[in-house]
């Protein structure tokens, strides 16, 4: 006798009758897309990989203290000149592990597919704090540290030295660092030596003022990308069969014949360690108001000997923090894969003596790595005074291999006294030259 609080059985409902999700008809734009039927660039974006991320986070210094290994001090500095960090306490010194053999940065580049980025360059959150607050485990005091201007900080308490080791989203932790080697005094001398040989027309605000004990040592933040990619360019190339002169005396003109042919190349090539600036404020070269070009001339830097990061190699230095994402420099990186394709086909087309007229090009990037890395570079600046807030000039000092430029203000009415006086130099060279042969 069955329970009479028990409800009947609903009757068996037929699977494919009336009302079944089978027998109702899909909504506008819900089936799949073909992704054949998209446009190319659409099509490209939709099935490209993810990008693969290589984790090299520090995890042993999360909390902020870096200790020596036979003491356990935290009070811990770079040692200039080397890539050692040495122990003030007990004067025990240890190297960082190179980044390049430690996660094999340097290998397999050929092969790269889609897009590898390493952790310290992960896209930056928009809301990430810049200042990093640590407990002191050896007082229970707070020590804050604020990433826009510095990566260490000591407990006014205990003197124990916290650094920001931990990959926050804020950009201000990169997978490594290129340590200095050249020393201040060293950069101090590099920098007097270049303003000397350009003193003459130097402005003299600028000489009254010149302090080159003032340079700052500075990690720049960078991208360092490796690729593998392939180029097509297509033009015309003209090879100069003739050439002759119509005309008489001021009238006379040159006139040139040539053969003209269409060329085209393609050429498959890797790139190995190409930095571009992540700093938004050093990536613009905007020579009306700054000359941040010149940071570029002191390239190249031996980004091989790079370590993982630790943040007491910044100890006395100061930073800038990096602040584009990879998809903000991807633009940057096609213009300069570009630029390199060009210079790899120009030794084939050394027989156009007229030249080539590159009309078309097309750039496959097939795979890249990105690492984000601090470089070291001296860094000396002069503003001058101006229309439009004047103009920013800086002397720089490559701090690993010493190389040197810079942007002096100079006196134009110097220069011009100057063109001047070559010009009637070289006239009067001329009359006499004139003068003799008749």
């Known amino acids: 006798m069955s329970d009479p609080k028990t409800p009947p059985p609903l009757p068996a409902q037929p699977v494919n009758g009336p009302g079944s999700p089978q027998d109702v008809p899909p909504l506008p734009g819900s089936l799949p897309i073909d992704p054949a039927t998209l446009p190319d660039a659409i099509r490209e974006e939709l099935e490209a990989p993810d990008p693969v991320a290589i984790d090299t986070a520090a995890a042993e210094l999360s909390d902020g203290l870096n200790r020596c290994p036979k003491c356990g001090s935290t009070d811990i500095r770079h040692k200039l000149g080397t890539d050692l960090l040495v122990c003030l306490y007990c004067r025990n010194e240890w190297d960082g592990a190179r980044v390049e053999e430690l996660f094999g940065f340097g290998e397999g580049i ?21 200042l990093m607050t640590f407990k002191c485990t050896g007082c229970g005091a707070e020590v804050t540290v604020n990433t826009e201007s510095a990566m260490t900080a000591r407990c006014h308490w205990c003197r124990h030295v916290f ?18 080697h050249i020393k201040k005094d060293d950069a ?3 920098i007097r030596q270049f303003v000397d040989k350009r003193r003459l027309f130097a402005l003299k605000e600028f000489k009254e003022q010149f302090t080159p004990e003032n340079v700052v040592g500075v990690y720049l933040p960078y991208m360092i990308v490796d690729g593998n990619a392939s180029a097509d360019v297509a033009g015309k ?20 014949d040539a053969d003209i042919y269409r060329v085209q190349r393609h050429v498959d090539f890797t790139v190995d360690d190409l930095p571009l600036e992540s700093s938004t404020e050093r990536g613009n070269l905007d020579v ?17 000997n790079a370590v993982k990061w630790n943040a007491s190699y910044l100890s006395g230095f100061t930073s800038e923090k990096r602040n584009s994402n ?35 090009e097309k750039l496959d990037v097939h795979g890249t790595r990105w690492v984000s890395m601090y470089l070291p570079v001296w860094l000396y600046s002069y503003h001058q005074p ?34 001047l006086t070559v010009g009637t130099i070289l006239e009067t060279i001329a009359i006499a030259i004139l003068a003799g042969s008749s």
């Open 163 to 180: 650094g920001v080791n931990e990959q926050v989203a804020n950009g201000a932790v990169p997978d490594a660092v290129l340590p200095f």
């Open 326 to 360: 990879v998809d903000h420099l991807q633009p940057r990186l096609e213009d300069q894969l570009l630029s390199i394709a060009r210079a790899k086909v120009e030794a084939s087309v050394r027989r156009y003596d007229r030249g080539v007229r590159w009309e078309r």
């Open 288 to 304: 009306r108001v700054n000359t941040n070009n010149i940071i570029n001339t002191i390239l190249p830097f031996d980004t091989k």
């Open 386 to 419: 101006g229309a439009k807030g004047g103009m920013l000039h800086y002397i720089a000092v490559n701090g690993r291999t010493g190389e040197t430029m810079g942007s002096v203000p100079v006196q134009q009415w110097k220069l011009l006294l100057a063109a």
């Open 188 to 190: 101090v001398a590099r």
């Open 110 to 130: 050929d092969q790269l597919k889609g897009t590898v980025i390493a952790s310290g360059a992960r896209d930056i959150a928009a809301d990430a704090a810049v």
């Open 237 to 256: 190339g003209e090879i100069k069969t003739r050439q002759y002169t119509r005309g008489t005396d001021n009238n006379k003109k040159t006139y040139y």
